[in-house]
């Protein structure tokens, strides 16, 4: 059904200027993951909603109620066809393989080459040497964010779980909050 499906929105997609990236179904969800080159923004995520809406409601592709989740890939994201491993050329990407298909079940580092049916990954644990990894041998993968270069956390992850004031960084010279008080 979904590869049906991806038929059929892909080219819906394509007149807004987007790119189908992942279509995910699950009983009550449609996942749909779009892209575009430049990134996108909460405008094409509008776009992509309202022609997927409309399209979704003459091919109803879940039984039932469901919710649409339209998104873009974000910066940790799966891999799954040869197109996208293509792209991901030159990043660092997570990925596992399934039982008995070579040598490593899991392996991590920058995607060298994707060609032939084949992944050419340097390991980060093993720089300068290469493992192959064929496509047809992957359970998941994904791209994998690299802090540095400048990347700046966002303030809750800079932050942690603990919140401010709970050990969460250094401390800051902030005023403490003033009082008014109201007199007649």
């Known amino acids: ?11 819906l ?67 799954r066809t040869p197109e996208q491993f293509d792209r991901a050329v030159g990043e660092v990407v997570s990925v596992r393989t399934l039982p008995g298909t070579g040598e490593v079940r899991r392996v991590q580092g920058r995607l060298v080459s994707a060609a032939a049916g084949r992944l050419t990954i340097e390991p980060a644990d093993a720089p300068g040497t290469t493992v192959e ?24 992850r800079a932050r942690g779980k603990k919140g401010p004031g709970r050990g969460a960084g250094p401390a800051r010279d902030v005023p403490p909050p003033t009082e008014r008080v109201a007199t007649p």
């Open 13 to 79: 997609l394509d007149a807004v200027g987007l790119e189908l990236v992942d279509l995910e179904l699950r009983p009550g969800l449609v996942r749909v993951t779009v892209d575009r080159s430049g990134g996108v923004d909460l405008d094409a995520l509008a776009d992509a909603n309202r022609v997927l809406s409309r399209a979704f409601d003459d091919l109803d592709p879940v039984p039932g109620r469901y919710t649409l989740e339209v998104s873009s890939p974000g910066v940790e994201r799966r891999l």
């Open 133 to 156: 990894v064929p496509l047809d041998g992957i359970e998941r993968a994904r791209t994998v964010f690299e802090w540095g270069s400048g990347a700046v956390p966002s303030p809750s």
């Open 1 to 11: 059904m979904s590869d049906d499906l991806n038929g059929v929105l892909s080219p």
